[in-house]
């Protein structure tokens, strides 16, 4: 454990709070949205032959999924050991785990780069 997660557990005095994952969800929302997060963005889906657009606050689309997405990212990119980012998030499987991660093009370069400078 790290310094953050002992002063964590410190506050609570070894008794975290449950909430639900619904809970959890609205108060990320709520934190983006206060943070200026309210820009629209449209969500474009395909049912059947039919084309469906959604347009929502950008705030509506962060969930815990989105900080598990955003944490792997931010580890791989810190070049964290698969493993070592799996015990973190509860992955058991690589191949589950690997559909998390998808590198951009700025990562791209950036690995090659990183692998072939002289």
Do not use: C
């Amino acid at each position: 454990m790290n310094e953050f997660s002992i002063e964590i557990l410190k506050k609570y005095e070894y008794n975290l709070p449950e909430i639900s994952t619904q809970k959890f969800n609205n108060y990320i929302k709520e934190v983006f949205e206060k943070a200026g997060y309210n820009h629209t963005i449209k969500k474009t889906t395909r049912l059947g032959s039919d084309i469906i657009e959604v347009i929502t606050p950008y705030y509506d689309r962060i969930s815990s999924h989105t900080a598990r997405l955003s944490f792997i990212a931010i580890m791989k990119n810190k070049k964290i050991p698969d493993k070592v980012i799996m015990e973190f998030t509860g992955h058991k499987s690589l191949e589950v785990f690997n559909k998390y991660y998808k590198p951009n093009d700025d990562d791209k370069k950036d690995f090659m780069t990183d692998v072939w400078r002289m």
